[in-house]
């Protein structure tokens, strides 16, 4: 029971701050959970409450030489998890473009997992058009 409520509070946490790294499993799920939109609202998120953090400490508390500290926080706590987690979108945007119909279509736009013909997000289980608007992309060829 206190294993499951602990559990519970961290995966709370990590789609608060936006942690998540995403899957293969949002190949399958349309609106995916992770898209470069929700890794960039998480590093303007943790940004924020960092900068702020990171004032409070150094203008009322006046402690000036923890601003190096706050560099330091900020790359662990910002940069590395967003560039983490467009790594794993990438693979997992490869993945979909090379299983799917959609990824060879003109009307697929890869970085936003999105048809831009039926304005929906394409998954592997749901191609929006049922390959009736299909049109080669002369790019995906080469």
Known sequence: MFTNNIKTLIEKTKDIFMFRQGSNLDNYI?????????????????????ILCGLLVVLYFEK???AYFIAFIFWFSVVYPAYKQYNIL?????????????????????????????DEHISKDN????????????????
Do not use: H, Y
């Open 30 to 50: 349309t609106p995916p959970s992770v898209t470069s939109g929700s890794i960039m609202w998480g590093v303007l998120l943790r940004s924020a409450i960092l």
């Open 64 to 66: 000036r030489e923890f």
């Open 90 to 118: 990438n693979s997992r945007l490869d993945d979909l473009e090379s299983d799917t119909l959609c990824g060879k279509c003109k009307f697929f736009i890869k970085e936003s997992q999105l048809c831009s013909m039926l």
């Open 127 to 142: 191609i929006p058009c049922e390959g009736n608007l299909w049109e080669a992309n002369p790019d995906s060829f080469k």
